[in-house]
């Protein structure tokens, strides 16, 4: 995104951008078939979930003014209309945590004031969205989110944590309260003595942990070694959503041995009561506020502006980071201009307004990622055996699939072709193809291994398209009328799948990487590079990680402790905002620029983006699935400058000897020598040769296979 502060540069660049593939938003989604409903159901409960339980306590807070049903209409509207209309279908849309504690500061103040009241106070919060969106829009004009440019790592992935804590923290929260009476109950129930209140926290216990633990080994399930293809790939898909009906059901096992409110369940009113509805006629109330309080909603709807402001553009942001290395244009300043006017028509309808959510919208792009990973490993699988079935060599091999590839990049008119291809070879590979003899012998599955080296060899994309987000916002949409339905959800199953967001959302934060790299033990570290990893470990001494992964963490506990703050913390993104002059001008007093640049490089600092190709993807939803793959997300590393993971050495066999001591760059001790790759038997100079990992500067697609006319490509 080019920064532009002058007024509505920023919204018509965007619509520019995205007008050029709108078209292709919708055919390539079209196109994958039916297995777009493997992330849309994904990104589905991920979605729902919260926002029902988001309602389930503004249920509470407000005296029932607010219920789940408000929340699910909310987020169901919002998504539908951002998925038509909006610029990055990317981002997830829902009620978030923010705009429940908002609201609940809001009715608290206005209930007890005779001119306000509990019948006047959704009349009065039409009027803080109004001035909610005037401010959204204003923003949006003047080309306020070109400062998130200068959003570094350091603040995304920090409050991408910070998340994940809160999230923890509703699920601890939430278990803690199985074993209490809840509000509003009628406290002589046989439910609520001491003995059942214990019996229900401990079925709660395990209703929660029973969700969280299958439901993160269900995501894994391609790695399993247990059962057919397709039935791993199922599972990894649909497991999730599985869990949840299956702990469901296990809720009914004890059945009449137990009172008839243990576990307890969602409650929330049926859809067609009139205490549901009521609220969508607020916008003739409207008129009835007192004039002092339409001008006093001015202050807190500059707090939720600011809220939204930072809340809706990091999430986008998240949702599209270097790693996944996205074709399309962004849309920062229209999307912020869309959530203006779709404040206001919550606003007028009576509903809390949505906003993008974290981590709903990074889970998405990773989510596509992986149907994208399948839909291309599926055309590479079929390609190479093909082509071994036609005894080709290896360098024969690789220049097919590599066409296979590039014929699945194919442009429009408008835009130049892609030089981006597949991944080099590994040199244990190239080892065994040149130990057969010569280099052009025909090569089968002992030398090159279909089904585990195509993972390897297949750069990270992500399928972009408007259906996922379009069906799942309409699946919210229906769980306002399958209210009966989810009333027999136990409520300790959301809380279990807070949980299960909380973990899922860790993996590809460098931050948390991080953390983990320093409690590693010394004398283990050396196994960080035989596999994945990213380069910092080998350009930045440890001494220095550790200090600023310490600075880090402390920071992000100040801001979780400022959430601990009634009221004031809502404002929590203003300290995450506060680190943009923190990283410009403070760090750089601390530690050297080159070590800044690989830890925490911003996005002015990082190389151009690649060039956007509008791909036809035209068989890519169709032919035999080889799913057996890992979930190859699961352990996805972010990178300073958006290179691709690196290897600093190949894998270490069984027969290596265990190291004795720690080499003083962490550096594999073991790996002394290694095969000439292909290109140097050619002749050729090998870019890999310098010892060190690839930066993102150095990373070309190999010309392996390729012909002499054709290396000018690179």
């Not at 987000?469 to 769980?479: F, I, S």
């Not at 009634?566 to 929590?572: D, K, M, Q």
């Not at 000897?657 to 038997?681: F, Q, Y």
């Amino acid at each position: 995104m080019d920064e532009t502060f002058v007024p509505f540069e920023g919204i018509k660049n965007d619509v520019k951008g995205r007008l050029l593939c709108y078209k292709q938003d919708w055919t390539g989604g079209i196109k994958a078939g039916f297995r777009i409903l493997a992330p849309t159901t994904y990104i589905f409960f991920a979605s729902a979930i919260p926002v029902i339980s988001f309602g389930e306590q503004l249920d509470r807070s407000t005296d029932g003014v607010l219920t789940a049903v408000q929340t699910l209409a909310s987020t169901a509207l919002c998504g539908i209309i951002h998925s038509i209309i909006g610029g990055q279908p990317l981002l997830i849309l829902g009620v978030a945590e923010p705009t429940v504690i908002m609201y609940t500061f809001m009715y608290n103040f206005a209930k007890d004031r005779a001119d306000l009241g509990r019948n006047l106070f959704l009349a009065w919060t039409g009027w803080v969205c109004v001035w909610t969106a005037a401010l959204l829009i204003m923003l949006s004009i003047v080309g306020a989110c070109s400062i998130i440019n200068r959003f570094t790592r350091l603040a995304g992935e920090l409050f991408g944590l910070l998340i994940a804590m809160l999230f923890m923290q509703q699920a601890i929260t939430g278990l803690v309260e199985e074993f209490r009476v809840p509000n509003r109950e009628n406290t002589t129930l046989i439910e609520f003595i001491p003995s059942w209140r214990f019996a229900n926290g401990m079925f709660a216990v395990v209703l929660s942990f029973g969700l969280m633990l299958t439901g993160l080994r269900s995501r894994k399930a391609r790695s399993w070694r247990y059962g057919s293809g397709w039935l791993r790939g199922f599972v990894a898909d649909y497991g999730v959503p599985l869990m949840v009906l299956v702990w469901t059901a296990v809720s009914y096992i004890p059945g009449g041995s137990v009172p008839h409110g243990i576990p307890r369940r969602l409650l929330s009113p049926s859809p067609w009561s009139p205490g549901a509805y009521q609220n969508w006629t607020v916008i003739s109330e409207m008129l009835d506020v007192p004039v002092l309080y339409i001008l006093g909603a001015f202050i807190p709807a500059t707090m939720i502006a600011v809220l939204y402001y930072f809340d809706h553009s990091v999430a986008s942001q998240l949702a599209q980071q270097k790693e996944f290395n996205l074709r399309k244009p962004s849309s920062f300043h229209y999307d912020l201009l869309l959530l203006g006017f779709l404040t206001l028509i919550c606003g007028l309808l009576g509903i809390p307004p949505s906003n993008g959510v974290i981590p709903q919208s990074p889970m998405h792009t990773k989510s596509l990622a992986t149907l994208k990973h399948q839909l291309l490993r599926n055309r590479l699988v079929a390609t190479a055996r093909q082509s071994i079935r036609m005894n080709s060599s290896l360098g024969e091999l690789y220049g097919n699939m590599q066409e296979a590839y590039q014929q699945m990049q194919t442009p429009l008119i408008y835009q130049e072709a892609s030089t981006r291809g597949l991944n080099e070879l590994k040199e244990t590979t190239i080892q065994a193809a040149t130990s057969m003899g010569h280099i052009s012998a025909p090569v089968d599955e002992t030398v090159f291994d279909v089904d585990k080296e195509i993972d390897d060899l297949l750069p990270v994309e992500v399928k972009e398209q408007r259906v996922s987000n379009l069906l799942q916002a309409m699946m919210v949409g229906g769980c306002v009328a399958a209210m009966p339905i989810l009333k027999m959800i136990p409520t300790s199953v959301l809380w279990g799948y807070f949980a299960f967001m909380a973990i899922e959302s860790l993996p590809g934060n460098q931050f948390w990487e991080r953390i983990l790299f320093i409690f590693t033990a010394p004398s283990r570290r050396y196994k960080v590079l035989e596999d994945y990893h990213t380069t910092f470990v080998e350009t930045v001494p440890v001494k220095t990680i550790a200090f600023f992964t310490i600075f880090q963490a402390l920071y992000l506990l100040v801001c979780f402790g400022i959430t601990w703050i009634p009221i004031a913390g809502v404002l929590f993104p203003v300290m995450i905002m506060l680190l943009v002059p923190v990283r410009q001008y403070i760090l750089p007093k601390f530690f050297k620029g080159a070590h800044l640049q690989d830890l925490d490089a911003s996005e002015y600092e990082e190389s151009p983006a690649l060039p956007f190709n509008l791909t036809a993807e035209t068989n890519l939803g169709s032919g035999d699935s080889f799913i057996h793959e890992g979930e190859i997300f699961d352990e996805l590393v972010t990178r300073s400058r958006g290179e691709v993971r690196c290897v600093s050495s190949p894998k270490i066999t069984s027969s290596t000897s265990t190291p004795t001591a720690e080499h003083a760059s962490i550096r594999n001790p073991h790996v002394l020598a290694h095969s000439p790759p292909l290109s140097e038997l050619r002749g050729e100079r090998n870019p890999r040769s310098v010892g060190r990992s690839p930066r993102c500067a150095d990373i070309r697609p190999s010309t392996l296979g390729r012909s002499p006319s054709d290396s000018t490509i690179i």
